[in-house]
Structure formats: C-alpha cells, structure tokens
C-alpha cells in the first residue's frame, strides 16, 4: 500500500524533546535573519531590493493563503496516492522518517491549542495502518510535552516499524488500554482524544471494533453535557469513517474540533467546521509543488504546523486560567523582600523566561492621570530599583512632578507577580554616565537621537539622523551622553509577592517597613486575593 500522503521528512530524537517543546516548535520566533536574508549574506553577496522585494510579495501572499482557505490547495485520493509514490520512490523518503514528523506535526498543532494544564488527559485510538502510526508517535511526543497520553490500539500491526514505536512508548510506562479497559464515557476520564484509526487511503464501511469506537465519539458532540467540558476531538488527516473527497456522506460521522492535515489538505476537509485545522508536513519539495501547482500556507518561523484560516472567534470573558503552583507561604519566605525577590528573579532567570527583567512603571503627573509603560529593570540592591531613560519623555515629566511610581513584574511561566511601590529619584551622574559607555554604540546612538515622546513627521526623521552620528562616530570616539538621559531609582516602601493557585484563591504576601530599635524591618501581611 502506498504511503499515505502525510509523512514528513527527517528523522528526528525519539525521545528527547522537553516538556516545553511543544510552544517551542509552534511559536519559536527565531533571532536569526530572514531566510531571504541569511542566504546571500553566506554567499557573501547583499540583497538587492527586487529580491527583497519579490520575497515580501511572495510573504504576502502566503499570508493570504493562510487567511483565506479557499486559496488554499485540496488533494483528491489519486493526487494524495501519486504525491506518496513521488515521495516514497525518486524522492528517497522513508516511511520512518515521514511518520515521524507526522506525529510530531500533530503534537505540536495540538499543544498550540490544548494546554497540559487543562487538557492533560490524551487518548490516543490508532487503527491498524500508517494513521495509525502517526498516532503512536503523536502520543510519544506528547509524553514529552507534558501530557499524560493512552493508547488504545486493538488493532496492531505485525512489522518492526510498529513494534518499535509500541516499545518506545512502553518504556515510557505509557498505558495501553484494551477495549474491554476503556470507560463508557469517554468524557470522565479523558481531555483529549486523537482519531488515528484511517486514512485517506481507506475504503468502505469501518469494521468491529473500529466502528463502535467512531459511534461513541460521534456520540460524545450529540450527547454533550453543556455544563461540563467534553473532550477535544483531534482527527489526524482525515476524520475517520469519512469520505476523503466528499466528506461526511452520511451527515452521522466524527464531527472533530480539530483537524491536522498532513502534506496537503484533502477535499474532504473542505466539509470541516471544527475551530481548528492545521497543516502539518513541511517536507514538500518544490518540485512537487510545482508539479501538483500546490497553493500551501506559509509555515512561521521554524514551526511544524501552521493554522488554516484565521483563528476562531473567542468570547473573552471565558478566557481563564486555573493556575497550579506550589503555596506561597509566611513561614517559608525569606524575611528581606529584597533576598526575597533576588530568589524570584533567579527562578525567573533558570526557567528561561525572555526579558524577566521587564517591569510595568506605571507613574502619575500632578494632573492625577496615570499611565504605564514597560522599562527594563537594570539593576538592584537595597538602595533601591534601577532604570534608564530620557529625563524629557512623558514618565520623566510625571516623576518631576510627583516623584512617587509603582513597578510590576509578571513571569507568566511561574504564575508570578511582584508589585513594588515607592518614591523615586535620579541616580548620580556618575552612575548614568558609566551606565551609558556600557551600552552598544548603536543604542548610544539611539538615546541622542530620540526626542522622546514628541512629535515627528515621520520614522525617516530619526534614521536620518541616526545615519549622521553613526558616521560621525565611526571611528570609534567617545560618543557623548545626552544631558537629557539617565537613570531613576525607585527606593522601595511596600512589597506585594502575588502566586496564582487554584480557584483564584491566589496567595499575596506584602512585606511593609517598620522601624524597631533604629533598625529598618519588615512586616509580613497576607492579603485576601
């Protein structure tokens, strides 16, 4: 049987990936250059503006493909079968290598959407062939990414292929679930539950036990309790018992909330109505492309899955989180809030976090009209919370006007927040000035160049300028602070260390100042979230 058209190239780690792969590889912005960048720069060449220019036309219109799925590409069952053969025969692919992917496709489109924290529970049903597979390595994946996923495979396959995939999942201590194993209903026991039983390639009517699996998902959407959370359903490619051209011919069949096609959608998926379709396999090589005149999605960055059309509509009021964290309490913090949050930002500084140093300042003018901002937090000690900023824009003005202010810290991963509130002042001269010469010389550049907060006719007004100075100073003197730039220090009166728990029964410590015996101490208090 030829390779269903979904398998995607390159063999990766089996099991390796971290638990936090899955944000990783779908929404990893990388720092690099663009493509269309990189590539000439290796060849030692600079771009050119039509280049660039036909690549921002070529971005473009990927991005209306992936807006508008009508523009999108949709395989019959011959074009899904010839793509296979091309794939599996000149192109040197493997079936192991494009299994592997596949799954990997399907557990990155379903952590984009499902997080662990909610949906941990992930049942896995796999029919006997390459969907199948796919599914096998799905679950592994999402071991890896945090899940707690079952198989259900009553089916199996007889190659080493198969085998191997069951033993890597067993060394795991993955559970497989006979059919006589799995509850009644599904939606008590599991959050999520993958349709890998058939493929594009399968024909007919599904046989025992196969088509009872299919009606008891069927069954979850039609007898679903509206008070409580029924299982995500996932289809890998083609949802199983439908017709891969014309969809659900009986009106009657699995009804996913997502769907992951793999190469390129299938005609059916036009029929799709869930909230979610991805496409996964970004192994298709131009040749094919140009062959089958495919009109595929862009996929960002380094993702394995891109979403088809635009994201579903969401009431905001329901968006909630229901944190799980370890309780914060007053036995077990540190007496000093400044040990106290040097402790905080190192577990913010391990866990990986971009810029745990970012912090809202929010300050207040004598008109008593606040506004916030995100600085960068460049340093502290007992003294106080460093920054650095243009003395002029509006927050300098505010502090010269009332030179009080409040700054929040939130490290989401950790389901942290630290709020610090007191008076601020300048810091020496000498500080800024040292501060300063320790900045790139293109950010020097910058801070002379930015009249903050004004008005200005337009961002070719301060590359301009930019351009003057980078020239000025190109030969590396000493580029002058502006009289107008330095650094604030807020010296601290209260703390608040915020940890989100369940229920929104948030734990919140404040730490207040209180003098004893000439000496400075402070005060814990738990507040009511």
């Not at 799905?138 to 292929?161: N, V």
């Not at 380094?302 to 979403?307: A, F, G, H, I, L």
Request: charged content about 25%; some cysteine; hydrophobic content about 35%.
């Amino acid at each position: 049987m030829l390779r269903k058209a979904k398998r995607m190239s390159c063999l990766l780690s089996q099991t390796l990936l971290p638990s936090s792969a899955a944000n990783s590889i779908c929404n990893f912005k990388p720092t690099i250059a663009p493509h269309h960048l990189l590539l000439p720069r290796l060849l030692g060449l600079r771009p050119k503006i039509g280049f660039l220019g036909s690549v921002r036309g070529m971005a473009t219109k990927m991005d209306s493909i992936q807006q508008n799925p009508e523009a999108i590409s949709y395989l019959n069952q011959k074009e899904a079968a010839e793509i296979d053969e091309i794939l599996m025969g000149p192109l040197g692919f493997s079936v192991d290598q494009l299994m592997e992917l596949a799954g990997l496709s399907v557990a990155a489109a379903i952590a984009e959407v499902y997080r662990p924290s909610e949906y941990s529970r992930v049942l896995t049903i796999c029919g006997p062939g390459n969907n199948g597979g796919d599914g096998l390595v799905a679950a592994r994946h999402l071991y890896h990414f945090g899940y707690k996923p079952f198989i259900c495979y009553p089916k199996r396959t007889a190659k080493p292929l198969y085998d191997g995939l069951v033993t890597q999942l067993e060394s795991l201590s993955v559970p497989f679930l006979l059919l006589e194993d799995l509850p009644k209903d599904f939606s008590d026991s599991f959050d999520i539950l993958v349709d890998a039983m058939f493929g594009f390639s399968f024909h007919g009517s599904p046989r025992p036990p196969f088509d009872d699996l299919i009606q008891r998902l069927v069954a979850l959407k039609l007898n679903g309790d509206t008070h409580q959370k029924s299982p995500a359903i996932i289809s890998i490619d083609i949802p199983s018992g439908w017709n891969v051209e014309e969809g659900d011919l009986s009106g009657e069949g699995i009804q996913p909330d997502m769907l992951v096609s793999l190469t390129a959608p299938k005609l059916c998926a036009k029929r799709f109505s869930g909230s979610h379709h991805f496409l996964g396999g970004r192994f298709v090589p131009p040749s094919i492309r140009n062959k089958f005149n495919l009109q595929l999605p862009a996929y960002p960055g380094t993702s394995m899955c891109v979403r088809i059309g635009k994201p579903p509509k969401i009431d905001i009021s329901s968006l909630r989180e229901n944190y799980i964290s370890p309780a914060l309490l007053e036995e077990e913090v540190v007496a000093d809030p400044f040990d106290q949050f040097q402790k905080w930002f190192d577990d913010a500084m391990i866990a990986g976090l971009k810029e745990p140093n970012a912090m809202a300042l929010s300050t207040t003018g004598k008109d008593g009209k606040p506004s916030s901002r995100i600085v960068l937090l460049k340093g502290f000690d007992k003294d106080g919370f460093v920054w650095y900023t243009n003395y002029e824009g509006r927050k300098g003005q505010q502090i010269a006007e009332n030179p009080h202010a409040a700054l929040l810290f939130y490290w989401d991963d950790l389901n942290r927040q630290v709020r610090i509130e007191g008076p601020v002042q300048k810091v020496s001269d000498e500080e800024s000035e040292q501060y300063f010469h320790s900045r790139p010389r293109g950010s020097q550049i910058g801070a002379i160049v930015s009249q903050q907060s004004t008005v200005i006719p337009g961002r070719h007004v301060l590359l301009d300028e930019y351009k003057q100075l980078e020239a000025k100073y190109s030969d590396g003197s000493v580029i002058p602070k502006p009289k107008h730039w330095g650094g604030y220090r807020l010296k601290p009166e209260m703390f608040e260390f915020w940890q989100g728990q369940k229920s929104r029964l948030h734990d919140r410590l404040r730490y207040i100042p209180e003098t004893a015996d000439g000496k400075t101490v402070w005060r814990i208090e738990r507040l009511a979230p």
